[in-house]
């Protein structure tokens, strides 16, 4: 199997603990289709020393179940907790050109409409109502923005940046 390129991956979830007694591990899927993180192929720890079949099981209680290469026994899927799994992001299927993996938005600059420098995204999050860009700079305050058209008009990731405008009461 051909080394993982760790410059050029991103997380596609996480192992949250084991599953039953038979090394069965509970995955946080964090892709839009979370079943879709079997169809990408062996996936690899953050330090791409080891990889993983995926084999989904069935639906359990905040994830999925799955089945692991080498994992046989609940302890060797209760050492694994806490583990993120990455894939090559020549793996990953194309988005349109109006979708955006997060990770390549985190550490864009931040503009308002104006051209004032407003930070840089430092984290996007999804509690379930959308994503919310988390913008903020070196000795400020970050602030929560939603992820939608309206408040982020340009996403410019050959220039590394982005443009806000500013909803109001935040500005």
Do not use: W
Not at 12 to 34: N, Q, Y
Not at 141 to 149: I, N, R
């Amino acid at each position: 199997m051909a080394s993982p390129d760790l410059e050029n991956r991103l997380c596609v979830g996480a192992i949250s603990g084991s599953f039953g007694v038979k090394g069965e591990v509970r995955l946080k899927s964090f892709c839009a289709d979370p079943t879709a993180i079997a169809d990408y192929g062996p996936l690899f720890t953050e330090d791409g020393k080891r990889s993983f079949k995926i084999t989904l099981t069935r639906p359990v209680a905040g994830g999925l179940g799955a089945r692991l290469t080498g994992v046989d026994t609940k302890e060797e899927a209760d050492a694994l907790r806490g583990t993120s799994l990455y894939v090559s992001r020549d793996k990953l299927p194309n988005l349109p050109d109006d979708e955006f993996y997060h990770a390549d938005l985190i550490g864009l600059e931040a503009r308002d409409t104006g051209g004032v420098l407003l930070g840089k995204v430092i984290a996007v999050h999804n509690h379930g109502a959308g994503d919310l860009l988390e913008v903020g700079g070196a000795g400020a305050t970050s602030v929560l923005l939603p992820f939608t058209l309206a408040t982020v008009p340009t996403v410019d990731l050959s220039s590394q940046r982005i443009v806000i405008n500013m909803p109001e009461g935040l500005d």
